[in-house]
């Protein structure tokens, strides 16, 4: 096992160090600017959107709304890297690392502004509901069948099988942690409850999240909201702690720039996708009206992910006073800190929270791995086939080790996310163009854009549902 993960983390250095950094950086700088910051400067116009977002365009009853869109992104992008991942980051990193977090998040933003606006450009009619992303607008819009073929088979195994055995692994260590129970015991209850969820189909999927998202996160928020203005006197010296580890001013308190970049990086695209390739096949499924609106709607996403639930993670270690050395990572870490600040019942809150956000990302995930096995194949015996395989990654994951569980998911995403920046840097004028109809339309005082494929006529006859 040992050899398998040292082999894992040498593929893992060579990615992101040398390849991956540099593209989701210059990616999202690119299109920052292409955009005209358009992650900052409309972020009025996405809460106005999610706030009207459970309209639907088309009254379809089996259509998912925008607001279920949304939903299911964030139980996906809302998990473990919400909680273990910041942990596991400001102990390799530093406190620094959290810094390149928020830096990614900001930037990144654009990154998930187009690649949503093209999901919802190039998706198609499905049997219950509108389906698209990356391998959809790679085939139709790139003309390029073997990469939508091969991100397809990358994204299925990265978040069906790598990603959750993540979330499970971390979820028995909570589990253990706060209770002392065994992880085959929590494993195997909890590939029940997986199971009985994912072959209820997206609509299931959908219900369940746009039920469990709103109220853990709030929770989540709630509580560390209350840490920070019991602690508000200390707020200055943390930020003043983040920045100067960040640009490796104080070196005793993590491994430098390059470490806490890299896990900055690293754990800030694990917990918000930004760029990943990954919410776009939920933002295809939504009924809007224009391709932009979901295109904004997953741009919040990113913010509420790390800006706000990341950060609540890192205040509540930063604040507590625990040790970051090393002795503690992952979701211990954060338990301790949260135990030093309210109390034994902090890491009976994590468990129970943890067991939220992860099993919300466990389903989101099954769905993303579901939707391209389907562009893949219509044997409904594969898809089924895929639902066990999924149940039994879960199970997988509650047994085996934390770093192989993080290496496999670190390898898979580089993979993933690479091919799907090059599509979205060779599709970007396309999204480019729809947020300029977009805006024309609201300065026209259109309250709800709309658009057609008319609009477009050099790409129309490989679009189908405008």
């Not at 991100?151 to 706060?178: D, R």
Request: proline share 2%; with cysteine; glycine share 10%.
């Amino acid at each position: 096992m040992n050899i398998v993960c040292d082999y894992i983390n040498q593929i893992n250095d060579v990615l992101w160090t040398y390849i991956l950094i540099l593209l989701l950086l210059g990616c999202a700088i690119w299109f920052t600017f292409k955009t005209k910051f358009v992650q900052f400067r409309m972020v009025k116009e996405m809460f106005r959107l999610l706030a009207d977002s459970n309209n639907k365009h088309n009254e379809h009853k089996k259509h998912i709304s925008s607001f279920q869109a949304f939903a299911v992104s964030i139980a996906s992008r809302v998990g473990t890297g919400n909680l273990a991942g910041v942990a596991t980051a400001i102990a390799v990193g530093g406190p620094g690392a959290v810094f390149w977090m928020w830096v990614i998040a900001l930037l990144g933003a654009s990154s998930a502004f187009v690649e949503s606006t093209l999901a919802q450009l190039y998706k198609k009619q499905g049997k219950d509901s509108f389906v698209g992303g990356p391998a959809y607008y790679m085939r139709n819009g790139l003309k390029k069948p073997w990469m939508g073929t091969l991100f397809a088979i990358l994204i299925a195994v990265t978040f069906g099988f790598a990603f959750n055995s993540v979330q499970s692994n971390t979820i028995c260590a909570a589990a253990e942690h706060a209770f002392g129970w065994g992880n085959l015991e929590i494993g195997a209850i909890l590939t029940f409850f997986t199971l009985i969820i994912i072959f209820g189909g997206i609509q299931r999927i959908a219900k369940v999240s746009s039920i469990i998202v709103p109220i853990m996160a709030l929770g989540y928020i709630i509580l560390a909201l209350g840490i920070v203005l019991f602690n508000i006197n200390h707020l200055p010296n943390v930020f003043e702690i983040i920045i100067t580890n960040a640009f490796g001013f104080d070196s005793i308190l993590g491994g430098g720039v390059g470490a806490a970049l890299m896990q900055g990086i690293k754990r800030g695209l694990f917990s918000n996708e930004a760029g990943m390739g990954s919410a776009p096949n939920v933002a295809a499924t939504a009924s809007v009206s224009h391709p932009v609106k979901q295109g904004l709607i997953q741009a919040l996403g990113v913010f509420t992910d790390t800006i706000i639930i990341c950060t609540c993670t890192a205040f509540i270690i930063l604040f507590s006073g625990a040790p970051l050395d090393g002795s503690l990572s992952g979701v211990q870490l954060t338990q301790h800190a949260l135990t030093n600040e309210i109390g034994s019942f902090g890491s009976v809150f994590i468990a129970i929270a943890l067991f939220f956000f992860a099993f919300s990302s466990i389903i989101g995930n099954y769905y993303y791995g579901e939707a391209n096995i389907r562009y893949l194949t219509t044997n409904k015996f594969i898809v089924y086939l895929y639902r066990i395989l999924v149940g039994a990654m879960v199970l997988f994951g509650s047994v085996t080790t934390l770093e192989l569980a993080w290496s496999l998911a670190d390898v898979m995403m580089a993979l993933m996310t690479i091919c799907n920046l090059i599509a979205i840097v060779g599709l970007g004028k396309y999204a480019f163009f729809l947020l300029k109809d977009y805006q024309s339309q609201k300065k026209m005082g259109i309250k709800s854009p709309i658009f057609t494929k008319e609009k477009m006529p050099e790409v129309e006859k490989d679009i189908e549902c405008w």
